[in-house]
Nanobody, 126 residues
Framework: VQLQAFGGGLVQAGDSLRLSCVAS????????MGWFRRAPGKEREFVAY????????YYADSVKGRFTISRANARDTVYLQMNSLKPEDTAIYYC????????????????????WGQGTLVTVSS
């Protein structure tokens, strides 16, 4: 499956952005989806996960209550709504897909995702 993420940009602290990731090439509804990010000088980290039906969602503690992951299987798209953005949210955001769902304890592991998008840059100024 091919993934294309977009929606990043330059915003001020407190603003909102919505990232989108469009999938093509396979049956999207068979894939669990994740968002990860890599901040400058830091390791890639887990942000959010959504299972194939959209019924289970998990978040990193750092974004819980501010970010919302959702999916529209009819549009082959997963979203990441980001509210109350902080300068520390500045990063390249990547969407990732894997065939079938993950258990909660495994959703943060990037090695368990089979496909990755190219990333979209989010910059939050103070």
């Amino acid at each position: 499956v091919q993934l294309q993420a977009f929606g990043g940009g330059l915003v001020q602290a407190g603003d909102s952005l919505r990232l989108s990731c469009v999938a093509s090439g396979r049956t999207f509804s068979n894939y669990a989806m994740g968002w990860f990010r890599r901040a400058p000088g830091k390791e890639r980290e887990f942000v959010a996960y959504i299972n194939t039906s959209g019924g289970s969602k998990y978040y990193a503690d750092s974004v819980k209550g501010r970010f919302t992951i959702s999916r529209a299987n009819a549009r082959d798209t997963v979203y990441l709504q980001m509210n109350s953005l902080k300068p520390e949210d500045t990063a390249i955001y990547y969407c990732a897909a894997r065939l079938n769902n993950l258990v909660m304890t495994a959703v943060r592991r990037p090695d368990l995702y089979h496909y990755w998008g190219q990333g979209t840059l989010v910059t939050v100024s103070s």
